[in-house]
């Protein structure tokens, strides 16, 4: 499979030098381009002759695609006071802040709205940490 030709970007970055400088060596003739509309493109063989070693993919040829999915989600309960509220949400943040297995990220934010005596969750997160984060919430409004 060929490799995905390099940008002026990719180049400068790869090179640590700026991209005016990698765009004087192609006018230059130096460093070896094709011009695709406004844009050079340069081959990574190209790019290894012009450093004499050889040079890394970009990063879309190395990038490993793993997938994921995540829980957004909004909780409301009706009918909660203040001190229950408070309650809740130390637990929710305690539960946050404790470490766990694995790399599933998860955040909450919650409002409350002391007037109508409703409290929001918002939930985003990995699926397995949601799911386990909701049933306490379960928990702890069953045990009021």
Do not use: C, W
């Not at 340069?42 to 995540?70: K, M, N, Q, W, Y």
């Amino acid at each position: 499979m060929p490799h995905q030709p390099y940008s002026v970007e990719q180049v400068a970055n790869l090179l640590g030098l700026h991209v005016k400088t990698v765009r004087g060596y192609v006018r230059d003739g130096r460093l070896k381009a094709v011009r695709i509309g406004k844009q050079y493109r340069i081959a990574r063989e190209d790019l290894e002759a012009f450093t004499g070693h050889p040079v890394a993919p970009p990063p879309a040829e190395t990038a490993r695609r793993t997938r994921h999915a995540e829980v957004s989600s909004v909780v409301q309960v009706d009918a909660i006071s203040r001190a229950e509220v408070s309650r809740l949400t130390n637990t929710l943040m305690a539960v946050v802040a404790a470490p766990r297995d694995g790399d599933e990220r998860l955040r909450v934010e919650s409002i409350y709205d002391e007037e109508r005596a409703v409290l929001k969750i918002i939930v985003i997160g990995g699926l397995t940490v949601s799911a386990d984060l909701f049933r306490i919430v379960t928990t702890l409004l069953e045990d009021r």
